[in-house]
């Protein structure tokens, strides 16, 4: 009887475990060193897009040793969107500042971007300022990226960004970097009257 028992209950434990693939393991692609994923929203039926870069030469000012880091592109609520995670804090709102450059090109510093509230996060969500960084970022093979903190001290990473305007393609599929612009409207053209 005890043995029944036991195999019912981890039975119906194995079946607790099972997670749903939304959140589990969306199916991927690769472009280069990017992850591209490809899932369907489960209630509104949409596409969501994302693609992902993940590296492991994250550097802050208080850790001890480079530690992975991830830039993810994306379309949240209908917006494109830019983010960075990191395994270390790098900032809080308003006492952080994010520049980034690509290859020998200028850099960008102290762009629009937000902190989230568990500090290991930062987002660029400005339509203008996302649309400046993808541009750069199709025609480009390095990323670096520098947060200034006045409480998580200093930190840098480098992206090598093979792939990337596949992966560009893919994650903002569902929300163009540019809105559609409404079609002219059209003005009747006035029929000429033959007179005979």
């Known amino acids: 009887m005890m ?3 036991c195999a019912g209950l981890s039975a119906g434990l194995g079946a607790c475990a099972a997670r749903d693939p939304y959140v589990a393991t969306p199916a991927t692609t690769t ?7 490809k899932q369907t929203d489960r209630i509104t039926g949409a596409p969501v897009p994302s693609a992902m870069l993940i590296i492991n030469n994250a550097s802050n000012t208080f850790a ?6 991830s830039m993810q ?4 609520d209908g917006k494109p969107m830019v983010r960075f995670a990191f395994e270390f804090k790098v900032g809080t709102d308003p006492n952080s500042t994010l520049g980034y450059r690509f290859d020998e090109k200028p850099g960008h510093d102290n762009i629009a ?10 987002v660029i969500e400005d339509r203008a300022a996302v649309t400046t960084f993808v541009n750069e970022l199709a025609m480009s093979n390095m990323l670096v990226i520098r947060i200034r903190s006045l409480a998580a001290g200093r930190t840098t ?6 792939g990337a305007p596949a992966a560009i393609e893919a ?3 569902g929300c163009p970097l540019t809105p559609a612009t409404p079609a002219p409207p059209e003005t009747r053209k006035k029929r000429r009257v033959a007179r005979g």
């Open 157 to 162: 990473a480098e992206f090598k960004l093979d």
């Open 3 to 5: 043995a029944v028992l």
């Open 31 to 37: 472009s280069g060193n990017w992850k591209i994923e």
């Open 64 to 69: 001890d040793y480079a530690q992975p880091a």
């Open 171 to 173: 994650a903002f599929a």
């Open 73 to 76: 592109l994306t379309c949240f």
């Open 113 to 122: 971007a937000r902190f989230l509230q568990e500090y290991r996060t930062v």
